[in-house]
């Protein structure tokens, strides 16, 4: 299958700073890149579809000034968490596709803000 | 909006065979998902089903209703490496995104 790298896997922050995560499809293009968080036994939410070449598209309720997405080519998406705070700590998962619905996704990332 | 809803938790012993199930209500249904998910890592993608009917795959099966809104993952011979969560998720028109129930914590005793 697709292989979807995120890195880093763990991170862990001062409060007020920013931090990037990356996203990358190793083996395909992918035009499209999703974000989700999942905090401890909950589900994935979706919180932005990242298109290459173009603005991000957020789902409600999440801040795109805090949350900043860049797709800047066909296989790189990143996330930037902007003045992170306690509660932006949280499980980070990318994903991609190169089909219609069959996702690929990266390994996540563990975001501590303390 | 899509409500997604799959049990808490389940617990069956090694050999034995667990039932997943899942229902959703949603427009414009495209496929239904099954990702395997072990703590602090990533899902993995298990079925996909997009038709009426079963979809076997080795220990893993998947059905589908779509005039009931059901689905089922079906997990046969269980295994201790089979302690997951089971997400169920639903694709909506030709979206490329999923919509993700809240999982089903399975876990496998000895």
């Known amino acids: 299958g697709a292989v979807v790298s995120q890195h880093p896997s763990w991170v862990i922050c001062k409060s007020g700073t920013s931090v990037k995560i990356e996203c990358r499809s190793l083996d395909f293009q992918a035009t499209t890149m999703f974000w989700y968080r999942q905090f401890p036994k909950q589900s994935l939410m979706l919180m932005a579809t990242s298109n290459e070449g173009s603005k991000a598209t957020y789902e409600q309720g999440v801040e795109k000034d805090k949350f900043l997405i860049n797709h800047a080519s066909l296989t790189l998406s990143t996330l930037t968490v902007t003045s992170a705070h306690p509660e932006d700590s949280s499980f980070y998962i990318c994903?991609?596709?190169?089909?219609?619905?069959?996702?690929?996704f990266g390994e996540g990332s563990r975001l501590t803000v303390l | 909006g899509q409500n997604i809803d799959q049990p808490t938790e389940m617990t069956a012993t090694e050999g034995a065979i667990v039932q997943i199930n899942c229902t959703y209500q949603t427009s414009g249904f495209n496929g239904l998902f099954w990702y395997q998910q072990h703590a602090g890592e990533a899902p993995t993608f298990l079925s996909y089903?997009?038709?009426?009917g079963l979809e076997e795959k080795g220990r893993f099966s998947s059905f589908l209703s779509r005039s009931k809104g059901y689905s089922y993952l079906l997990l046969k011979e269980l295994q201790m490496k089979d302690s997951a969560s089971y997400l169920c998720a639903v694709r909506r028109g030709n979206d490329y995104k999923l919509s993700f129930g809240a999982g089903t914590t399975v876990t496998v005793r000895a």
């Open positions: 089903n997009v038709l009426d």
């Open positions: 994903s991609a596709s190169y089909t219609p619905g069959e996702l690929f």
